[in-house]
């Protein structure tokens, strides 16, 4: 059974700094495309970025090019998530995903998701 917990949401300021982790067990890490979606009230969820299995590739949805990095540390299961100069557009909550398949940004892509974790930005 593959489980992916998030942490690290909150409330920030805007233009302030957050980073979400995403520790996942139960299977094995390093064959995984990770990637963080997310979904604001009333708005359909939408891709934030993906990172491939090495991390050596990466994607980023045009809106946060610039001010997002995607991580990942195989060696502790673990993606990362560096938000910075974050806007209230970028409210919502945050879902880790994993898939086991290829690398994509459709929701169809991704095999296994999060609880999710909330980011309130404060203008």
């Known amino acids: 059974q593959v489980q992916l917990v998030e942490s690290g949401g909150g409330l920030v300021q805007a233009g302030g700094s957050l980073r979400l982790s995403c520790a996942v067990s139960?299977?094995?890490?390093?064959?995984?495309?990770m990637g963080w979606f997310r979904q604001a009230p009333g708005k359909e969820r939408e891709i934030v970025g993906t990172?491939?299995?090495?991390?050596?590739?990466?994607y980023y949805v045009d809106s946060v090019k610039g001010r997002f990095t995607i991580s990942r540390d195989n060696g502790k299961n673990t993606v990362y998530l560096q938000m910075n100069s974050l806007k209230s557009e970028d409210m919502g909550i945050y879902y880790c995903?994993?898939?086991?398949?290829?690398?994509?940004?459709?929701?169809?892509?991704?095999?296994?998701w999060g609880q999710g974790t909330q980011v309130t930005v404060s203008s």
């Open positions: 995903v994993a898939a086991s398949g290829v690398f994509g940004t459709s929701a169809g892509t991704y095999n296994y």
């Open positions: 139960g299977g094995t890490f390093s064959g995984y495309v």
């Open positions: 990172i491939s299995r090495s991390g050596r590739n990466t």
